[in-house]
């Protein structure tokens, strides 16, 4: 195997447990078929793998009933599925300016079509304040959407008092959990959610392709949607039951026996919690190493409050991409640089006119060893980025575009 250290599990979590690709693999040799179409064995027991894995994910996000958790391609097909299906014209929408293209895009493309929509700030470790959001709230207002853990910062967003803000005004409450399912404790009465949006390739240790949402009992969406469900046929309207109601066509029955692998594997090793507190000792470790490197700013990782094992920071005087290929190229480390589908964060921070930042994410098959490797590396570079200056503005921006 190639001798490289990866930390860009926020954008995937990789490499995939053993134990999902196993059972991916046994799973589409023996049953991989059609599920919930016909009632012949096969089929049978494919579609009590999508119960399992329906029902596993249901727990995890503290919901009561397995047919509200609905699978869609990933979250940002969710989000779209969500936002689409609830807003029209002479509506209100609230995000913030944490969030991910993925909620961003669709909020632009139904302010362009009459809906009003704003867009909360953070501060300056990287927070929301609920106030905010509250203060916003009118009687059009039918959405509030956010990102439960910031994909550039790792900062994790008081959902709970919004969501109470959002349940005391009855305004319907979804949450981006991109970075947070799997990895935080989800729980959607507790947190007063009304939807999770998630997706399955990070930290459930899912393949690519999966996602979906869970939706609280007492929450009703109307799909913008229609097609194929398998059940009443011969109806000319999208089936009303769940999971039918927010489902269309034949599922990633695949992706979605490596759900449950990575759930199982979750459970095998110690849990939510367990993972997390493993990951953030190491994101503590490559924080404090980096915040004692010259010529490294970090942006919002002082972590007293509740963070991800996610770190954004820049090399005084080298654009992102630079740091990037010279991490890549001269040290085997692989991160993520730029503005990370997420540029409001990078306005907010000042980074998005500098090509954004750099960005490490730690996931569970990291080490101590793969820490101090990243950090080393750092050190070299911001040593060269110091005796090397841009000698003018022109140089800088030559850099940046290599």
Not at 120 to 134: C, K, L, R
Not at 137 to 155: A, D, K, Q
Not at 260 to 281: D, F, N, Y
Not at 325 to 350: Q, Y
Request: charged share 20%; glycine share 10%; hydrophobic share 40%.
């Amino acid at each position: 195997m190639t001798d490289y250290v990866y930390l860009d599990n926020a954008a995937t979590t990789f490499p995939k447990p053993p134990e999902v690709i196993e059972f991916m693999t046994h799973f589409y040799a023996t049953k991989g078929v059609n599920p919930g179409r016909t009632g012949f064995d096969l089929a049978l027991e494919a579609e009590h793998v999508v119960l399992d894995a329906r029902q596993a994910l249901t727990e995890l996000f503290g919901g009561n009933d397995r047919d509200r958790l609905v699978f869609s391609h990933n979250v940002t097909d969710a989000l779209n599925l969500l936002i689409s299906s609830v807003l029209e014209p002479g509506d209100h929408a609230i995000a913030t300016r944490l969030e991910h293209n993925s909620v961003l895009r669709p909020m632009y493309y139904h302010g362009e079509r009459g809906v009003s929509v704003d867009f909360v700030p953070f501060d300056s470790h990287g927070y929301v304040n609920p106030a905010d959001i509250a203060a916003l709230i009118r009687p059009e207002t039918r959405l509030v959407v956010m990102n439960h853990g910031s994909n550039v910062l790792g900062t994790i967003q008081p959902v709970a008092d919004v969501g109470a803000i959002c349940r005391r005004n009855g305004v319907l409450f979804a949450i981006d959990a991109a970075q947070t399912a799997g990895l935080v404790d989800i729980d959607i009465n507790r947190m007063n959610v009304d939807v999770v949006c998630f997706t399955g390739h990070k930290s459930l240790f899912g393949p690519t392709g999966t996602g979906g949402m869970y939706v609280a009992e007492h929450a009703e969406i109307w799909p913008c949607r229609s097609g194929g469900t398998g059940v009443k046929s011969a109806l000319k309207t999208q089936v009303r039951e769940y999971p039918w109601r927010l489902e269309f066509g034949t599922l990633n029955t695949l992706g979605i026996a490596g759900l449950l692998a990575g759930q199982r594997w979750i459970a095998a090793h110690g849990g939510v919690r367990t993972i997390c507190e493993e990951e953030m000792v190491l994101a503590r470790r490559l924080r404090d190493g980096l915040e004692a490197t010259d010529n490294v700013t970090l942006h919002c990782a002082d972590m007293e409050h509740d963070h991800l094992p996610v770190i954004a920071f820049n090399i005084d005087g080298m654009p992102a991409e630079q740091t990037g290929n010279f991490l890549d190229v001269e040290h085997d480390v692989i991160t993520r640089t730029g503005l990370h589908c997420a540029p409001l964060v990078h306005e907010g921070i000042g980074t998005a006119n500098h090509g954004g930042t750099v960005r490490f994410s730690i996931g569970a098959f990291n080490t101590e060893s793969d820490i101090d490797r990243a950090l080393d590396a750092v050190r070299d570079i911001a040593e060269y980025a110091r005796q090397h200056p841009p000698q003018t503005t022109a140089d800088a921006g030559l850099h940046a575009a290599h």
